[in-house]
Nanobody, 128 residues
């Protein structure tokens, strides 16, 4: 069983920045594909960003490109999402997700139902 715990959400003004963190339990974190998803009120869960097992492949939703950066530190079992130039439409609950057995994947999976473990979510609210 893998436990994921997000932190770093909060209230920020438009144009501001936040860094989300997701800490994972277990000794095989370095083999997981990690991703961030979000769900805004009244909307479907959507992919935001993903990073492969060793950090050399990343992928972003169009809405996140140029503003968000995903990274991971396998020594700390942690994945990060740096969010800059935040907009009110970024307001959502952000979830960290892990897909096990992902060493060797050459593409980032963006479908939420392909991930095995989820965190509890952290609220990000961007005021205008």
């Amino acid at each position: 069983q893998v436990q994921l715990v997000e932190s770093g959400g909060g209230l920020v003004q438009a144009g501001g920045s936040l860094r989300l963190s997701c800490s994972a339990s277990g000794r095989t974190f370095s083999t997981y594909l990690m991703a961030w998803f979000r769900r805004a009120p009244g909307k479907e869960r959507e992919f935001v960003a993903g990073v492969n097992w060793n950090g050399d492949i990343t992928s972003y939703a169009d809405s996140a490109k140029g503003r968000f950066t995903i990274s991971r530190d396998n020594a700390k079992n942690t994945v990060y999402l740096q969010m800059n130039t935040l907009k009110p439409e970024d307001t959502a609950v952000y979830y960290c997700a892990a897909r096990i057995g992902s060493v060797g994947l050459v593409r980032i999976i963006t479908s939420w139902n392909q991930y095995n473990y989820w965190g509890q979510g952290t609220q990000v609210t961007v005021s205008s």
